[in-house]
């Protein structure tokens, strides 16, 4: 838990792996700024703490715009243990109150509009509404900070119906206007540049070898120190580069052309990074166990896919054979029946396009070509199910379900203890395969065994 304490030490520091866990409000300035703020400290007598840049701005106070709280990383570390509340904001930050009304979203996560309130004021001191409106403005300020996107299109990409309710909302939160950010920082360029954040440490490098044996041909791709790969989001077909830039940045290369949506697809692809990782938290207690004794890779994030159809396809495939192997199989079922993109970039396939076709491009059993069309089934069926529901299905097991989670959810919970390469990896720790006291970050746990027999 962060006490003022441990927050004074890391803002006096200016520690990176704290940005975004807690941010600095500083009574006599009326500014909050992130722990890495570059300007002089102040005393501690006029400094408070929040964990959530919304709580500081719902306070009264205004973002700094020199280290530009709304750049931050995320962070889940000031949720607490409420799963209902985590859920409430994962909705809202994929704009369930801009889709539906707070009783709906209230009805959608099982419980009463009055306990949402409560909930909300409780933990974070203010209204559902006011964290969603929070967060749409922080957003637009991104924006606005870092592209050359029209105002009106700024507007549209954080959420807002109108330009002229966006006005409104960025005067009452910022007590700016869009036009004064604008003026300040203009950029330009397409494609979409923008950076993304996180707490070192990151083992890049590693991330990128463990994509690079993984790669499909037209699907995503490794060069020097970049990763990009296709996607389809909101109907409309895409692809992405991301690179290291800045200090504590990647920097994302986005070529999308929805009108709507852009926060949400940002979250997707922080989450297929794992840029919200709390490595601080996670790798003390991994290097407290006996199994690692201290010797860990740091930095070393979760290597996502776009989704956990795709995460379940690979894992199907990948039963039983190699990783080369699997790849081969996988790039059959790419170029026969993924839709191609621009010049040599393709979507990988969807459920439909597999449920459709008899599969005999791939050289596998035909139970296996069975467990993929049964699989194709179910997502069309119940597209928001969780993997947990495809165990029914013929040919899943439960490893196959947690590698979904592990890399098409990026559950940082998955022990994949039955996995050959982790067992050979625990044999050669000299360890029973007890994972209770790895929890909840058996996944790194996970990714740390296949790394040190080189992934």
């Known amino acids: 838990m962060l006490t003022p304490a441990i927050c004074r030490q890391a803002r006096l520091a200016r520690d990176a792996r704290y940005d975004g866990l807690f941010f600095t409000a500083v009574s006599s300035t009326g500014i909050f700024c992130r722990p890495v703020c570059p300007a002089r400290a102040p005393a501690e007598q006029q400094v408070r703490y929040y ?31 409420d799963t ?28 009463s509009e009055r306990y949402l309130r409560k909930l909300f004021q409780q933990q974070l001191g203010m209204a559902p509404k006011q964290y969603a409106l929070m967060q749409q403005v922080l957003f637009a300020k991104k924006l606005l900070h870092e592209t050359a996107l029209p105002v009106s299109s700024v507007a549209f990409q954080a959420g807002f119906n109108s330009v002229r309710r966006f006005n409104d909302a960025f005067k009452q939160q910022l007590n700016l206007s869009p036009l004064q950010i604008r003026r300040q920082h203009h950029c330009a360029g397409d494609p979409l540049q923008l950076s993304l954040s996180y707490r070192p440490p990151l083992a890049w490098p590693q991330m990128l ?30 692809w992405f580069e991301v690179a290291p830039g800045t200090a504590n940045n990647l920097t994302l290369q986005l070529h999308w052309p929805g009108k709507q949506g852009l926060f949400t697809l940002l979250r997707q692809l922080r989450r297929l990074l794992d840029l919200d ?16 004794n201290g010797s ?4 070393l994030r979760i290597p996502g896919v776009w989704n956990s159809w795709e995460a379940g396809v690979r894992a199907i495939l990948g039963q039983q054979v190699s990783v080369a192997g ?7 079922l790419v170029q026969a029946l993924g839709e191609p993109l621009y010049h040599d970039k393709r979507l990988f396939p969807t459920p439909q396009a597999l449920l459709n076709n008899d599969l005999q491009m791939i050289k596998v059993p035909q139970a296996r070509r069975d467990t993929l069309k049964a699989l194709a089934q179910a997502v069309i069926s119940q597209p928001d199910a969780a993997p947990e529901h495809w165990l029914s299905i013929k040919g899943i097991g439960p ?45 790194y746990a996970t990714l740390q065994l296949w790394f040190s027999l080189g992934a």
């Open 84 to 111: 209902t509340l985590q859920r409430a904001l994962r909705l809202i930050d994929e704009g369930g109150l801009q889709q539906q009304s707070q009783q709906l979203l209230a009805e959608r996560l099982g419980i």
């Open 209 to 238: 070898a463990f994509w690079q044996q993984r790669t499909l041909d037209g699907i995503d791709w490794v060069t020097d120190q970049r990763y990009g790969r296709t996607f389809s989001f909101m109907q409309q077909a895409g």
């Open 399 to 443: 490893w196959t379900v947690s590698y979904a989670r592990l890399r098409g959810l990026s559950d940082s919970d998955i022990w994949l203890g039955g996995d050959l390469g982790v067992q050979k990896a625990l044999a050669k720790a000299g360890a029973n395969g007890d994972s209770t006291a790895l929890a909840p970050w058996r996944s």
């Open 296 to 299: 860990i890779i740091s930095g």
């Open 277 to 292: 990782a709390n490595m601080l938290q996670i790798e003390q207690q991994l290097c407290s166990q006996p199994l690692f």
């Open 326 to 332: 699997a790849r081969t199989q996988l790039n059959r």
């Open 51 to 81: 964990f959530c840049a919304a709580a500081a701005s719902a306070a009264g106070y205004r973002p700094c715009l020199r280290c530009r709280p709304d750049s931050a990383p995320g962070s889940a570390a000031w949720q607490g243990t």
